[in-house]
């Protein structure tokens, strides 16, 4: 993946002796990263599949979740044909130069340019040995045989931005190349492109940014144990520039034909055993990636020093504590310019005034405090008149607009349900998603997760259904300010948008049956009857009438579940409820990644499963 990093200049802090200045600095420094970090993340997949790969969606989520740390580009291992000098550098460059015709005697057989294809490109282990291994398929000029995937990733089209600039690009590379190539190695560029086909195995690599060099001292200890390669790349001194690199050591490289004649394998019949040579070391390399989860989610908080300022990280939600005079809650979500009690502070309306007036000083944005006087509950999950505005302006209804990485949204905070918490979980959703993807997006409420999706990446299509008509309406306006938003970078957002207003149980069926590449199902708690003391059957109904319309190879669904903290981190519960609704429909799956999106009671958490689908039984 392209690196997100930013290459300013340092600049050059003085240093301070006074303890109150020194903390201004440091939260300062604290404040630079946050914002570099959320500019970092809430930029648009380069790479070529444009998501992050599946295996290593569940390191990159427990390392963005701290406040330390963020990723700048990853990959989970991946085996890949290929031919020319293995150097990527190289890759699309001009092909060896053999007896060059240039008119110049003292020419020989030179190496030119460089020249590096790769074929076959797989993240995942090789399931068709004989597919993948088939050499005969990788000629371009046999239309009638060639075989681009041999069944590893799919071949993405080039993505809606680079459409733009792709005319300008190519004739300003022709360009250079005029410029810069020596006349007698021009023509090598139409040679015939020879040489031995290859075999590689590349294993898992991570850069991290990190906020101090503590930080970044913690992040290598975690790493050490499952993974040796570890090391700090570069640094910047005093701005939160440590980058420190992570990567296996599962590596292969072994050639499958002779450099004259690239038709003739030397494992012929033996596709089988080249295959467990990948897949064993996908498997090894997933079992450390693994451990270094475990061992990262076993990290406690770094304490950073930025220039003799100890600080503790503090979520990107979580405002400052206010006063302790106050009495207020030291921790509140943010709504757009609203900020929202969970429960309501004790004392009478002044004192609560008080409180309300104390959050707002803090952050001059907030222009509303409100408190919630009762928990949530129905299907739909709106407030209602639980929420009573204790400062501030009064509204009614109360609407605010709200902003995650660049895109806006519309939030009736009365009569919808709508957690600022969820951000890093649509996050982690939107980086899955590659190009040309059919996405499905049910219970969107608000529309938040298909905006991101619409708005970050370059999914085909993405529809979003949501019963509430007052949620769906503000999810409509969402849709009209994505049209208008110039932090949106890819093309057509919003007309790739499409909502529709109903309940999903009846949409369902009118859906096109093994068209959607992801679906993204957030159900609604349903009280007593979710849960691992739960009396109702976890979705399944709802379940069987969504899995048809997955494609039945190589489809996710974000499976949305309750699970009691007994249950984490396999949720078998869940897994068996999965299945069994595959097992009706007659596909295969696996469990890519169950992820951890929060608590909703003591004890209580809402669960995310990532499956995928692999084939039919």
Known sequence: QHSLLDHREDQIVPMIDDESAAASVGQAGLRGFQSRKESALGKRDKSNAGRIDPRAVDICAAINERGEYFTTSSCAGRCLLYRGDGIKSHHHFATTATAVDSGDSDTDDRQGLGYFERFRVSHDIIR????????????????????????????????????????????????????????????????????????????????????????????????????????????????????????GDEGLDMPLTPPDDSTIGFFA???????????????????????????VRKMPNVVDNVNGWSQIPTPSNDMPPVPATTAAPKRFDVVGDVAILNNMPSGDAKEREAVGKAIMARNKALKVCVARASALSGTERAPGESLITIAGAKRSPLITTHQEYGIKCV????????????????????????????????????????????????????????????????????????ERNKAVKTLGAAERLQIIEGDVMDVLPTLERESFDRIVAPRPKEGALDGDLGSGDGGAAFLEQLLPLLKPVGSELHWYDFAADHELPTCDRTRETLERGCDKCGLCMEVIHVAQVGSIAKRQFRVCMDVRLVGRK
């Open 128 to 247: 068709d040995p004989t597919r993948y291994f088939d050499l005969s398929t990788l000629d371009p000029t046999d239309e009638a045989r060639f075989d681009p995937t041999g069944g590893g990733d799919p071949v993405r089209s080039i993505g809606q931005f680079e459409h733009t600039q792709l005319k300008k690009q190519a004739v300003d590379e022709q360009v250079e190349t005029e410029k810069a190539t020596p006349t007698h190695l021009a023509k090598s560029a139409h040679v015939e492109r020879k040489g031995a086909i290859w075999l590689r195995f590349e294993p898992f690599i991570l850069h991290v940014m990190c906020r101090s060099l503590s930080a970044a001292s913690a992040l290598m200890a975690a790493a050490r144990p499952s993974l040796k390669n570890v090391g700090l790349t570069s640094f910047k001194h005093g701005c939160g520039r440590y980058v420190v690199a992570i990567w």
């Open 269 to 295: 019949g033996r596709e089988a055993w080249l295959a467990e040579l990948v897949n064993e070391r996908h498997k090894r390399n997933w079992a450390k990636i693994e451990r270094f989860v475990t061992e």
């Open 411 to 482: 939030v009736d905070l009365e009569n919808s349900f709508f957690s600022p918490r969820m951000g890093p979980e649509r996050l982690r959703i939107c980086q899955q998603v590659a190009r040309g993807e059919k996405i499905l997006v049910l219970f969107c409420g608000v529309g938040m997760d298909c905006l991101q999706i619409a708005g970050r990446t370059e999914a085909e299509s993405v529809i979003a259904v949501e019963l509430n008509p007052l949620a769906a309406e503000c999810a409509r306006r969402g849709q009209r300010m994505l």
